[in-house]
Every structure is written in structure tokens, then in C-alpha cells.
């Protein structure tokens, strides 16, 4: 079994930054990319940022282009979410998401929240 678990999440004033990871453990044979996805309450999980696990090519979603980072580790299983610039809109729990021996599998979730 494939399991992935986030951390890294907390409390930041605006303006400030995180870093979020994400490790995944067990039978973790071949790679495709790893996500980030956030709900924020009372919305829908939106799409944040992805990595290809090969290439290490990325995307964003335009909310956050600029002030986020994606990267990996491919030792360690690991990616990682830098968080600059923070903003009071950026507070939501913060889901890992991977494809991994060809199947999806999700983290547990990561609270970050911002204060104005």
C-alpha cells in the first residue's frame, strides 16, 4: 500500500511563508507526478501546483504563479510546496496528491492558515 503524509502546514501573518511536504511510503515503484490541492471552507478543492516526477517540469494555478514553488526530491519520495507571500485567500487545508504505479492516492491533508 501506497500512503502519503503532509506536513509543514500552521499559523503565518500575511506576507509571511511555509513550507509544505509531502513523503510517500510503501510500494513506490514508478513515479508520474506529485500535486498540491487545497479546500478552503465552504469551496470546492482546487487545484494548486504539479510536478513530474522524471523532469521536474512544472504547472500552477494562476492564484498562485509567482508566489509558490513546487519541487521534488526523488531520494527522499518527497515534494514540497514553498509557500511566499502569503495572503488571507491562501488559508485551506492543503491535500498531496500523486500518481503513483499508475494509480491516484491522496494525503491526509495540512492546515494552513493566514491572519490579516
Known amino acids: 500500500q501506497v500512503q502519503l503524509v503532509e506536513s509543514g502546514g500552521g499559523l503565518v501573518q500575511t506576507g509571511g511563508s511555509l513550507r509544505l511536504s509531502c513523503v510517500a511510503s510503501?510500494?513506490?515503484?514508478?513515479?508520474?507526478?506529485m500535486a498540491w490541492f487545497r479546500q478552503a471552507p465552504g469551496k470546492e478543492r482546487e487545484f494548486v501546483a504539479k510536478?513530474?516526477?522524471?523532469?521536474?517540469?512544472?504547472d500552477y494555478a494562476d492564484s498562485v504563479k509567482g508566489r509558490f514553488t513546487i519541487s521534488r526530491d526523488s531520494a527522499k519520495n518527497t515534494a514540497y510546496l514553498q509557500m511566499n507571500s502569503l495572503k488571507p485567500d491562501d488559508t485551506a487545508v492543503y491535500y498531496c496528491?500523486?500518481?503513483?504505479?499508475?494509480?491516484?492516492?491522496w494525503g491526509q491533508g495540512t492546515q494552513v492558515t493566514v491572519s490579516s
Open positions: 496528491n500523486a500518481i503513483i504505479n499508475f494509480r491516484s492516492y
Open positions: 510536478i513530474s516526477w522524471s523532469s521536474s517540469s512544472t
Open positions: 510503501g510500494r513506490t515503484f514508478s513515479y508520474s507526478f
